[in-house]
Every structure is written in C-alpha cells, then in structure tokens.
C-alpha cells in the first residue's frame, strides 16, 4: 500500500496530521475484511493541546478541500484518544500510554498497513515510544 494510492481524504487527513506533527501515522486498510469502515489512520500526539490540534487540523482540511464533516466524534477534549469517524475512514489520535494500551495495529494485524516515517524532530521525540519496529523509528516507511 502506498499514499498515494490511498482515498483523497485519508491523504489529506495524512498531511493533517503531520503538520501537527502527529507521531507514528499509520493507516491500515480495513476493506477487505468487512468492516464497518475502509481505513484507520491512526496517530500519536503528546498533549492534549496537540491531541486536539491534530483533530481540528484534519476537521479543517476535509471541510476545505472535500467540504467533508465528521459523522461522529468521540474524546476530543480527553488527552487519551480521540476519534473522527468520516464514514470511509476513522482517524485515531491517541497518547503514547492510550496507543499502547489498545495496540489497534495488533488487533488488526491481518490488514494491510502503511507506516508513515516521522520527521526528524518528531522521530527525536518519539525515541522512547516502543510500539514501533525499528525501520519506523529510522524513518523507513513500510507496507504489508
């Protein structure tokens, strides 16, 4: 799986995400197994202001350029995890101890997956974010 082969909006909910500088983005392709949408695109924000600026910005550009609103929310003023469900996707924000704890990537381990390497400055941040293979934190995107 590769961005740009991916539904214009979970691209632009990608690019949302890092110029918030969202950690660790990762978009798994549910379609093919029957689920009640087609992708995750889930991400790591390390407060809750970024957590909540990380969700505006993505609100943002799918009203902007898909003039595309969420069909629900849930969480957005918790620091922990929240969630936008835009019916072909959903974007996942979590904290670091939040992504751990529910591990969605594991749960969905049979879906094909697209890690997104983070910018320097965010990788150098994320150091200590275990979760991830080392390929992820040397910045090397992979698929399954």
Not at 37 to 52: L, M, N, R
């Amino acid at each position: 799986m590769k961005l740009d082969s991916l539904p214009q909006g979970v691209r632009l909910a990608v690019e949302a995400a890092q110029n918030k500088k969202a950690a660790g983005i990762t978009v798994l392709d549910l379609s093919g197994v029957g689920a009640f949408t087609d992708y995750f695109v889930i991400c790591t924000g390390f407060s809750t202001p970024q957590v909540q600026a990380i969700c505006g910005e993505v609100e943002e550009q799918l009203e902007k350029h898909l003039h595309r609103s969420p069909k629900h929310r849930e969480g957005r003023g918790s620091a922990e995890w929240a969630l936008i469900d835009f019916g072909g996707f959903i974007l996942h924000v979590f904290s670091e101890q939040a992504r751990r704890y529910y591990d969605l990537e594991r749960l969905w381990r049979s879906s094909p997956k697209l890690v997104l390497p983070d910018e320097p400055d965010v990788a150098a941040r994320n150091r200590s974010f275990d979760s991830f293979d080392d390929s992820h934190a040397a910045g090397e995107a992979y698929s399954k």
